[in-house]
């Protein structure tokens, strides 16, 4: 039986032990040694080639998008489906694993339960080295990438292989992805010409010497360079986009071929999870295979669709395992407002609309997860006082709520967790920050009329000397650091209640006229 003493749905796991992974890059869902967001952010912003990169490419998608969504006349229907599929989901989630978990044993398949990355970690190096194999081929997976996998595995001499076009060049390159859909968008094809030809003969086959950089031309390099591996690997590992509770089925969508490739050729197949995936029903796919591919690439379906239910004698992989990915996701099903956030499917439309995202790309987020998504998803996974400057990456404009094909209401999460990182600093100060004492000021002016009016002439009389009349463009002292942003109006010459003590007294004055 599964472990429940942890006080997480995934509390134990039925195979292997507990041993520290996630390498050294990062952990647990943070890049570990990059700043936060405000001064990654402003480094971001001086690369001028990044946001170039960032500004075509987001651009392009987001069109696309609008194409495909408003050829759907019920794509409002549709959405409000997804959305409440995820509620229920997430109401009952415990239901549904267990359900999850006899349906993919009664095909064959075996589940194991990781209650963080460390373990989910050591469950697949437990695994793959059962079978003798010191390699693995890959299906993108952001769990995997959440759990440092790949450099687990390398600690312990298991190499692995990302096959996803835009994840081989972030592996090539010794780089971070920087989108949830294209990871390498941070890269132009020059960039990547030259990268190919310098590193790709170090992990297989080498790019060919006179290789241009017509996309053909290196989708071609790719194609040679992995077919070799995906012939000879025996192990394979996989995320997933879906797994539906009733049947088992597990299901990856994709757009270049390479994930069928690993799903069906290599002997064994590990497929790690987030317990969020999981769907009531196989019926509740025909709903999310509609939203998915259009919200994220702009197209009506997907290339590659692979649906797989645990093992089938003589036909694809014959030992199947599916490890269910904890890592925090209980945690924030506790919270009433932030849970929805599990409700994301990993389309990335919330990043192709986000005007801070397009400008500062997703190295700036410092997470596996960036975007407006990974502004409230990963404070919520590692804790707001590890990412508390994430909730205030964003512009509250509400095009990700727009965009999210599961109405996942990211503005309302950004304003409730920016209040907890704001009391998660305020409870570790020992003396009150000046934040508070200027809140603390204010509160006692506001609570007192003959304080407030007296402000209030103070600041309109500051105001037509500071400003001359016009808008106040540096104001003094700490209040520097708002106005070296924005311009701020000036106070008005008469306040309100001055205007509205003088419009009453000369309308009693004119209703004493009248009845006399």
Request: with cysteine; glycine share 10%.
């Amino acid at each position: 039986m599964k472990r429940r003493d942890s006080g997480n749905l995934t509390g134990g796991s039925r195979t292997g032990g507990s041993r520290a992974g996630g390498g050294t890059e990062h952990d647990g869902r943070v890049w570990l040694g990059t700043p936060a967001f405000p001064e990654a952010a402003r480094t971001a912003l001086a690369d001028t080639r990044l946001r170039h990169n960032l500004r075509h490419a987001t651009t392009t998608i987001r069109a696309k998008r609008l194409d495909a969504t408003g050829e759907v006349p019920h794509w409002e229907e549709l959405r409000e489906a997804g959305a409440a599929i995820k509620r229920h989901t997430a109401r009952h989630l415990a239901h549904y694993l267990e359900r999850l978990e006899r349906s993919v044993t009664g095909a064959g398949g075996t589940v194991h339960w990781a209650a963080d990355a460390a373990e989910a970690n050591a469950i697949v190096e437990h695994l793959v080295r059962a079978t003798g194999s010191r390699e693995v081929v890959k299906v993108k997976s952001m769990a995997t990438q959440e759990t440092g996998l790949n450099e687990s595995l390398a600690a312990a001499g298991i190499t692995a292989y990302e096959t996803d076009l835009a994840e081989l060049i972030v592996q090539l390159g010794e780089d971070r992805p920087s989108h949830i859909l294209v990871p390498a968008i941070h890269r132009n094809r020059a960039e990547i010409r030259d990268l190919f030809a310098a590193r790709m003969g170090e992990w297989g086959r080498a790019a060919p010497d006179d290789l241009s950089d017509d996309p053909r031309a290196l989708a071609e390099a790719a194609r040679l360079h992995l077919r070799e591996k995906f012939l000879t690997a025996e192990v394979a590992v996989s995320g997933a986009n879906f797994a539906a509770a009733d049947t088992g089925t597990v299901a990856v969508v994709e757009s270049e071929g390479n994930g069928r490739m690993c799903l069906t050729l290599p002997r064994t197949l590990i497929t790690v999870m987030g317990i969020e995936k999981v769907v009531p029903r196989f019926q509740d796919l025909e709903v999310f295979l509609q939203l998915l591919p259009r919200s994220s690439t702009g197209e009506r379906m997907n290339p590659y669709t692979s649906l797989w239910t645990g093992v089938t004698p003589g036909d694809g992989p014959q030992d199947f395992h599916l490890v269910l990915l904890d890592n925090g996701r209980t945690d924030v099903l506790k919270d009433t407002v932030g849970r929805q956030t599990l409700a994301c499917i990993r389309c990335s439309a919330c990043l192709n609309v986000c005007p801070v995202y397009e400008r500062t790309g997703g190295h700036a987020y410092g997470s596996v997860y960036p975007g407006p998504i990974g502004a409230v998803l990963t404070p919520q996974l590692v804790g707001v006082e590890r990412a508390a400057s994430l909730p205030f990456a964003s512009t509250l404009c509400g095009a990700c709520y727009d965009a999210c094909p599961v109405k996942i209401d990211i503005p309302e999460v950004l304003v409730h967790l920016r209040a907890k990182a704001v009391e998660a600093r305020r409870d570790s100060c020992t003396a009150p920050t000046p934040e508070a004492l200027v809140m603390k000021a204010a509160s006692a002016v506001l609570d007192s009329p003959a304080l407030l009016g007296l402000a209030q002439r103070a600041a309109s009389a500051g105001g037509r000397l500071w400003g001359r009349g016009g808008p106040l463009r540096h104001l003094p002292g700490p209040l520097g650091g708002w106005s070296a942003a924005r311009d701020t109006a000036p106070p008005p010459r008469e306040s309100f209640r001055t205007w509205w003590r003088e419009n009453r007294e000369n309308e009693r004055n004119q209703e004493e006229r009248e009845e006399r």
